[in-house]
């Protein structure tokens, strides 16, 4: 267990380290008063007060030098807001030859960027991106707001930016600059992190939906729901939805991640609940949880319809503590069950729980000395998502293994005679229908034990004795058995052994050689020697000749053989021949024991 909780903090730290290499956390930007773009330029925010300002809303764009003010990483998250900001920027090319550089908003749902520029060479250019546009129409084919633009040696270009949202909304102003090249390296390693990650899950989402169906288990159910939803955030989140599959249909662009980020919580609560078994360990939690499940599963609906994202926001981050709500649970029910499946659910849960709660209420609130971007908190809850699926994918799987024992045990114990432990009727019926479809070297054959006189030494000796003798006949039937035999009670003191042989004569020879030893082995029950003997009913049938077995005929031949053997004088083995045919009175007999088991 520590070497697995070293492997999850690995990838923890793995994680960030995939963050930090992908240039997700920013750079720090230059101090010079315009921002030189003559050398590489990986992705950084313009941040330094001498080349980027911004103005709080109700600014127009001429605002004075006292309207601006400088900003810094973590303040680019401006909250719930409708009104549009101001940024202004310069830069400068001191190379040799032209450079092309990419500007563009670091998240993909802001919905309006204008663009204002003008040049050291007198040009002067205005354009509006929007993300209701298609993508065919854009300056630059990213999911977030972006503008690509030259400059020749030694030209200078002012930019002033107007960026906002139609309604309001979580507001971010996040500017990130690239040169040509390392955009685009940028925009392909951004595109295969995050579409993996959606891909991976959805894939997961859809062999857990099959598991469901064949184990029918409603917290599986759930839990490919919420793997399901959670690929669906993600895809919509990153701008993927929008980029690659409905590009050219603008409106559908409006539909926010929100409603399946609460549909994908929604269904977390809902699988948890059973596959805890809180209705049996806490059913005030099971209650309450329900009700937060269907209170998220409503404002799921509610976004995905376009509802209003003043509604749908709030909700969103308040269900962020969804993870962490599900981490206690977990350590209430580790108490009582503390299965290796029960711990890892813990740990996943955990993980995720721990991660999206500090970081939202650092969003909120800025506790922590993190110099952090918006963006970056978001990457890493969607990186704590991915290691939370994994470990909590491995305790579903523990999870399944044990129900299937579980069952495998249930079925056993279902099938087996509880005082011997052989197979009972029903266990011996509903394998050897299946065991005499198999053709074997010779035949197979069938043979019905009935004790002799075992009335009598019930009423002498007591049940007890009684109960003794069967056990030992059980013990003798194992022992000369061998292990590809069936061997059954079928009631009371009637067994029966299902084997195959070369002949009939080999059947009644190791019929008879277990009707000796039983005769001679008496059974001793309180000091006392019980004597007692055996009756066979034996049936073969050649599936060389006669093709599959039927278990029904050679109940019935077995039984009529036994039946002959009793009027015999018992203590024998009687052979029913494959061309005879059991006597109308065995027939009913088969009848009326059929009926009284």
């Known amino acids: 267990m520590p070497a697995f909780l070293s492997m999850c903090l690995g990838l923890m730290l793995l994680g960030t380290g995939w963050i930090t290499a992908a ?3 920013p750079a720090a930007a230059a101090s010079s008063e315009s921002f030189d773009v003559g050398g590489t ?8 007060p001498a080349t980027f300002a911004v103005a709080e809303p109700g600014r127009d764009w001429d605002a004075n030098a006292e309207g601006w003010k400088p900003i810094a990483l973590r303040d680019l998250d401006r909250g719930l807001s409708g009104k549009p900001f101001l940024i202004r920027f310069s830069v400068t090319n001191s190379a040799d030859g032209p450079r092309t550089v990419v500007f563009a908003h670091d998240l993909a749902f802001l919905d309006t960027m204008d663009i204002r520029m003008a040049s050291s060479t007198g040009a002067v250019r205005a354009l509006t991106i929007t993300n209701n546009q298609p993508f065919s129409s854009r300056p630059v084919a990213f999911p977030g707001l972006a503008y690509r633009s030259t400059l020749a040696p030694d030209e200078v270009q002012d930019f002033t930016l107007r960026v906002g949202m139609d309604t309001t909304r979580r507001m971010n102003i996040g500017v990130r600059l690239w040169d040509d090249a390392s955009f685009e390296a940028y925009e392909a390693a951004h595109q295969l992190k ?11 989402a859809v062999l857990w939906l099959i598991f469901s169906i064949i184990m029918k288990q409603k917290s599986l159910l759930y839990y490919s729901g919420y793997l399901f939803f959670l690929s669906v955030t993600i895809f919509i989140f990153y701008g993927f939805a929008f980029q690659f599959i409905f590009p050219d249909h603008p409106g559908i662009h409006e539909i926010s991640f929100q409603g399946t980020a609460l549909a994908a919580m929604s269904c977390a609560l809902m699988f948890s609940t059973y596959y805890l078994s809180l209705k049996s360990q806490a059913p005030r939690i099971h209650r309450g949880n329900k009700i937060v499940a269907a209170v998220l599963a409503g404002g799921a609906v509610y976004g995905m319809l376009g509802g209003a994202q003043e509604v749908t926001v709030p909700l969103m981050m308040a269900s962020l503590f969804v993870p962490f709500w599900l981490w206690v649970c977990s350590l209430l029910v580790i108490r009582q069950d503390q299965s290796l499946s029960v711990l890892l659910f813990c740990v996943a849960w955990g993980t995720m729980g721990l991660t999206t709660a500090v970081l939202v209420l650092q969003i909120a609130f ?4 993190i110099d952090w971007a918006p963006s970056s908190n978001y990457d890493v809850i969607m990186i704590a998502s991915l290691i939370e699926v994994l470990i909590l994918t491995v305790s579903v799987a523990l999870s399944i293994r044990l129900l299937r024992q579980e069952r495998d045990t249930a079925n056993a114990a279902a099938t087996a005679d509880p005082l011997t432990g052989l197979l009972n009727r029903r266990g011996f019926q509903q394998t050897a229908e299946i065991l005499l479809q198999t053709p074997v070297e ?6 019905l034990l009935d004790l002799d006189r075992f009335k009598a030494i019930n009423d002498t000796f007591g049940h007890g004795a009684g109960d003794q003798v069967l056990v030992d006949f059980a013990e003798l039937l194992r022992d000369v058995c061998r292990e590809q035999d069936m061997v059954c009670r079928m009631g009371g003191e009637e067994f029966a052994i299902l084997f195959a042989a070369p002949a009939a004569a080999d059947a009644l020879e190791r019929c008879d050689r277990l009707r000796a030893r039983f005769s001679e082995e008496p059974s001793i029950s309180d000091d006392k020697l019980i004597t007692h003997n055996v009756s066979v009913g034996l049936a073969t049938h050649d599936t060389s000749i006669a093709g599959p077995a039927s278990l029904e005929r050679l109940l019935r031949r077995a039984d009529s053989a036994l039946y002959r053997a009793k009027r015999a004088g018992r203590n024998r083995v009687i052979l029913c021949e494959e061309d005879e045919k059991p006597e109308p009175d065995v027939i009913l007999q088969l009848r009326l024991g059929a009926k009284s088991s």
């Open 442 to 447: 010779g035949r197979w054959c069938l043979a």
């Open 366 to 369: 800025r506790f922590l000395p």
């Open 194 to 204: 995050f579409s993996s990650i959606s891909i991976v899950l959805a894939t997961m």
């Open 23 to 25: 240039g997700v956390h």
């Open 41 to 48: 330029i990986d992705g950084v925010y313009l941040l330094d």
